[in-house]
């Protein structure tokens, strides 16, 4: 069950495996690649809400000089919530996004966020590694708010 305010991270010892649905590489020290065309997470509102809450995820885009910006559509419960742009240089950066209160409350306090970036590639495709994941987004933590 996921309270509000609390902060799941994603890194290696950290809080949220267990929200992990699909999509994801093995937790690194600092957080988890997506891996593919869509990466989702899911968890259970500890309580009945009304209004809209808020998202807020900090990461790390895959970009490169050769792909120096990452566009990532974020959905809720298959509803499209926002869309995030990314650019080189960035380093780990926040974004956020709204999520209404008809889309949680249509799967019974349900959450699924699914990632789904406009292109991939891996390291071994930018010529930075021999790392053939294919990966866009390095997801670092991430909280759900009350929307004021």
């Not at 010892?13 to 992990?20: F, I, R, T, Y």
């Not at 349900?110 to 990966?135: C, M, N, Y």
Request: hydrophobic share 35%.
């Amino acid at each position: 069950m996921y309270r509000l305010g609390d902060v799941y991270r994603f890194s290696l010892g950290g809080n949220a495996e267990h929200c992990l649905l699909g999509g994801w590489s093995l937790s690194e020290p600092w957080g988890i690649w997506s891996l593919g065309k869509n990466s989702e997470v899911g968890f259970r509102l500890s309580e009945s809400l009304s209004g809209n809450i808020h998202l807020t995820v900090s990461a790390n885009p895959f970009v490169h000089a050769g792909r120096p910006m990452k566009e990532i559509e974020v959905f809720v419960n298959g509803q499209w919530v926002a869309t995030w742009n990314y650019q080189l240089g960035q380093g780990t950066a926040k974004r956020s996004a709204s999520i209404p209160q008809n889309i949680y409350q249509q799967n019974e306090g349900v959450l699924k966020i699914k990632f789904v970036p406009k292109e991939i590639d891996s390291p071994k495709q930018a010529g930075l590694s021999e790392d053939q994941r294919q990966i866009s987004l390095g997801l670092v933590d991430l909280v759900l708010t009350k929307d004021d």
